[in-house]
Nanobody, 115 residues
Framework: QVQLVESGGGLVQPGGSLRLSCVAPGSIFSSSFMGWYRQAPGKERELVATIDILAVTNYADSVQDRFTISRDNAKNTVHLQMNSLKPEDTAVYYC?????????WGKGTLVTVSS
C-alpha cells in the first residue's frame, strides 16, 4: 500500500506561518503530480495547490500569493509554505500524488489558525 506521510501541522496565530511536508515513495513521487488539498469542518475537500513533474504550479485563488508549493526530487518530498495564515485556513491538509490518473492520499495533518 502506497503511503504518503505528512508533517508540519499545528496551531498558529493569524498572520503566522507554517510549513507542511509530505514524503512519498520514490517510485510514485518521481512520476506524479503532487498536490495539497484541505478539508475544513463541515466542508468538502478542496484543492489548495499542485505542482507537476516540471515544477509548474497551480494555486487556489484563496491562497494565491500566500502559499508556495515546492518539490524536492532528491528527497521525494513536497512542501507547502503557508504565510499570512487566516482563521479560514483552518483545516486538515492532505497530501496527494496523482500518477497517471491514480491518486494516492496521506492521512492528513491538522492546521489550526487561531488567536
Amino acid at each position: 500500500q502506497v503511503q504518503l506521510v505528512e508533517s508540519g501541522g499545528g496551531l498558529v496565530q493569524p498572520g503566522g506561518s507554517l510549513r507542511l511536508s509530505c514524503v512519498a515513495p520514490g517510485s510514485i513521487f518521481s512520476s506524479s503530480f503532487m498536490g495539497w488539498y484541505r478539508q475544513a469542518p463541515g466542508k468538502e475537500r478542496e484543492l489548495v495547490a499542485t505542482i507537476d513533474i516540471l515544477a509548474v504550479t497551480n494555486y487556489a485563488d484563496s491562497v494565491q500569493d500566500r502559499f508556495t508549493i515546492s518539490r524536492d526530487n532528491a528527497k521525494n518530498t513536497v512542501h507547502l509554505q503557508m504565510n499570512s495564515l487566516k482563521p479560514e485556513d483552518t483545516a486538515v491538509y492532505y497530501c496527494n500524488a496523482n500518477r497517471m490518473g491514480v491518486k494516492y492520499w496521506g492521512k492528513g495533518t491538522l492546521v489550526t489558525v487561531s488567536s
